[in-house]
């Protein structure tokens, strides 16, 4: 046994019905169908016969948002329409909107380091530098793992967001990693850093700087000892 009601659709051009059926029984008694039927007088035309065809003067009915977005066309916008309520919905058509541009993120960060496959730093001489060493500890996920590949994708999560790097903590992303993929973390598989690791790079970046202040003092003694050295020459002549 069913109760229905049909109305009035606003939302919709005029002659619309929307029709709620609720179940009064069995096990899911209590929960409705919702179905939309088209004016009774509305005429189609078929431009293979070119001629008009009447429509059940019923109307035709709809059980789906799809199909009644598929029928109208682009004679109404139904971004924000709700199929349930029969209501327009402005809300519902900012967060697709913000879903959708989530979506273009995650793939531009999970494709753009693409970009940078095949680039190569050099100095000033134009000589090209030797490829950092990454940790063993850093492993690819996903098609063409090399070690440029991965520190592309690392050197990108780094830069295009501030969440944390934990790399691909599904195990599920190694075996298929088209599905299971975390689109925000970079491809390789998860990782830890400890407080080991960071005393490690913390002692590399304090004998990096020792270098490069000894460089920097040994350059200015060579300039200065060359200053003294063309001073004493003009006094001498």
């Given at each position: ?201 913390e002692l590399k970046v304090y004998q990096a ?29």
């Amino acid at each position: 046994m069913m109760e229905k009601k049909r109305t009035d659709c606003p939302a919709l051009p005029p002659g619309w019905k929307k029709e709620e059926v609720i179940r009064k029984s069995g096990l899911s008694a209590g929960k409705s169908d919702v179905y939309y039927y088209s004016p009774p007088t509305l005429w189609k035309c078929n431009p293979k016969k070119e001629k008009k065809i009447n429509n059940d003067p019923s109307g035709k009915k709809f059980r789906s948002k799809p199909q009644l977005s598929r029928y109208l066309g682009n004679s109404v916008d139904l971004g924000c329409f709700d199929f349930r309520t029969g209501k327009m919905m402005p809300g519902k058509l900012q967060k697709n909107k913000q879903r959708l541009r989530h979506d273009l993120l995650s793939l531009g960060k999970l494709f753009w380091e693409r970009r940078l496959k095949g680039l190569r730093s050099s100095d000033i001489t134009e000589e090209v530098l030797r490829t950092m060493d990454l940790p063993k500890g850093l492993q690819s996920v996903g098609p063409d793992s090399s070690d440029d590949t991965l520190l592309s994708a690392i050197a990108s999560a780094l830069h295009m967001s501030s969440a944390p790097i934990t790399g691909q903590t599904s195990v599920a992303a190694e075996k298929n990693p088209a599905i299971w993929l975390n689109t925000s973390q970079p491809l390789c598989k998860a990782f830890a850093v400890t407080d080991e690791h960071i005393r490690e790079q913390e002692l590399k970046v304090y004998q990096a700087r020792r270098s490069l202040e000894e460089a920097l003092m040994a350059d200015g003694l060579a300039r200065a000892a060359e200053n003294t050295r063309e001073l004493l020459q003009g006094k001498t002549v």
